[in-house]
Each structure stands twice: as C-alpha cells, then as structure tokens.
C-alpha cells in the first residue's frame, strides 16, 4: 500500500470520522455560550484529554468516555473493563493522578448489566481507582456506557504546548493483543496490577520533572489520529515516519496505525530532553521511538522513505477544532 492509499483509507475510517465529528459539536457549543465560553475557568482549551480547572496549587481534571453501543452489546465485560481504563489513560495522558470514576449504564434488564459492571469493577481493582456512584436504567432497549472520571494534576501534560522543533515520541506497550474484531490493543487484561499503575505513573513524573509538557493518549483515531489532534491544538504541523513507528512484528502497518492500544502516547518533547525520556519507558520494558519531528506548517505528512503524502493540512479543513473555535 502506498502512502497516498494509506491516508486515503484513514481519512474515510470509523475512528476519523468520530473525531471529526468533534468540529461541529465544539462550533455548536462556542455558537450558544454567552462570552464565547471565556468564563469557564479552564486552565486548557477544549480539545485535551480532560478539562484542567485550577485548584489550589495544582489542577482538578475531569473527563468522560462513551462506549459504542454495538461494542457495549457484543464485548459487555470488556466494554466495561475499557470504559475505566481509558478514562484512566486520559488523566494520565495530562500528567494527572485519578481519584475516583462514576458511571451511566443503560441496559435491557439487571442480567444484561451484570457483564458490564463486572468488567468495570475489574478494571477498577487493576488500576486503584475506586467507582462511587453513577446511574443505572435497567429498562432501556438499548445497551449504552458512559463513564466519568476525576483526577489531579501537579503539573500538565497539555496537547497545546507542541513547539517546532519538538521531536515526536510514540509510548507503547506491545505485550497484548488485539480483542477481534475490533481495533483494541489489548495490553491491560491480565497484567500484574503493579506494572499497570507504575507505568501509568511515567507520566505524572514526567510532567513534573519538567522533561514534558505536550502529550496525548492514542485514541480510537489510532496513532496518526492523534497526532493530528495533538498538532491541531498546538497549531503546528510535523512529518512523521511511519516506518519509525513501534508495532508488533506480525501486524500490518495499516492496520497497527488504527489500533487503539490500551497503553500509548503521544509526546512531543524537546529534543536535548528525547534521550532521558526515552530512557524512562524502556527502563519498564516499554517501546518508545522518535516518530516524526514538528514544524510550524500546519501541514502533517507522512512518509516511508521517499514516499510521501499530506495526511492532513490544518489550514485547508480543521480535523476537531479550527482556530476561532477553540474556547479558551
């Protein structure tokens, strides 16, 4: 496949279009808020990981996830087991330490929740992040799952503070597999506890360490979804090296860059920093490779070798978020 066959098929995929799907909702909003949204007290703009309020010296973080229904109707234990580690990835992903989660279960009868809450209670054991309330209707025709999640942040890991120049690093755990059919990158069910949450905790470390400011949790966009959204925020463009990016041996660079793993980021780090943070996830056995390197072009292309393609040009189409939308 070429490149120009690759990013013509991301373009059209599930995980894009869900992500593009952001711009309008995010326009609608700042069209219905009085002031543009200015007094919302977000220390970030939308289109991070999770709402950074300030509190005290440090950051109350907040966000939520929603599971597909037709993933919630045919993987209901694995469905619950992710709707808490993904929100668990998204405090992380800011350099945040999460306190607690709340769900809203819909489901056609009590027996039908079961799975899901199973999985949910499993995740919340693996990962120390209590579950303590929500809302439950056992009486809907349909299943659905959203779950909520708190968190606090000492210092940010923010997906507007990408500079030129910065280089581009991809973490990630290939020690899984992927839950058929979908696209998830399983490396979380059946892991050690403690190896889960130490390297959660890379993150926070980094954050405060100053080694990092910019980073982003791969999503269902995959790997070069999330670029864009991380170089969207931070209204910059880079070239990534598609050959560069970690993956398994026996997976297909199309359908890896797709992948949503349950353990990877995202971080553009400034390059005297590369080599120390590198050096923090191989030391847990975890892959991290440069992947592409940040300009000011607004332009993000990807390449192998001399082939090469425009995977998305910020200043033709926004991909969540254009300029004058962003609510600050």
């Known amino acids: 496949m070429s490149v120009a066959d690759l990013v013509a098929s991301l373009r059209e995929s599930r995980g894009f279009r869900h992500k593009t799907d952001i711009a309008g909702v995010v326009s609608s909003l700042a069209r219905q808020l009085p002031g543009g949204a200015g007094d919302l007290g977000q220390a970030v703009a939308v289109g991070d990981d999770c709402a950074a309020l300030p509190d005290g010296d440090g950051y109350l973080l907040f966000a939520i996830e929603g599971m597909v229904s037709d993933f919630v109707q045919a993987m209901p234990w694995f469905a619950g087991y992710s709707s808490v580690m993904v929100n668990v990835s998204d405090i992380y992903a800011m350099g945040g330490r999460p306190l607690a989660v709340v769900d809203a279960l819909w489901s056609n009868g009590i027996e039908a929740a079961h799975e899901v809450l199973a999985g949910m209670a499993a995740a919340s054991v693996a990962y120390g992040v209590p579950i303590v309330g929500g809302h439950t209707n056992a009486r809907s025709d349909q299943a659905q ?117 349950s353990y990877g980021y995202l971080l553009a780090v400034r390059e005297e920093h590369v080599e120390r943070v590198q050096a923090q996830f191989v030391a847990r056995a975890l892959d991290c490779a440069v992947i592409g390197t940040v300009d000011a072009t607004r332009e993000v292309v990807a390449h192998r070798g001399d082939d090469a393609a425009v995977l998305w040009d910020f200043s033709g189409e926004p991909f969540i978020v254009s300029t004058d939308q962003v609510l600050q």
Do not use: H
């Open 145 to 261: 799952l959203a779950v909520s999640i708190l968190g606090r942040a000492k210092a940010l890991l923010s997906s507007f503070n990408a500079r030129p120049g910065d280089r581009l690093l991809m973490a990630v755990d290939l020690r899984g597999r992927f839950e058929e059919p979908y696209p998830f990158w399983n490396a979380s069910v059946g892991a050690p506890a403690a190896r889960l949450r130490d390297d959660l905790e890379l993150l926070p470390r980094l954050a405060e360490s100053g080694l990092c400011d910019a980073a982003k949790d791969i999503s269902m966009a995959g790997t070069l979804g999330t670029a864009l959204m991380l170089l969207e925020c931070s209204q910059v463009g880079a070239r990534i090296d598609l050959d560069a990016i970690p993956r398994p041996a026996d997976v297909p660079l199309a359908r890896w860059v797709t992948a949503f793993p």
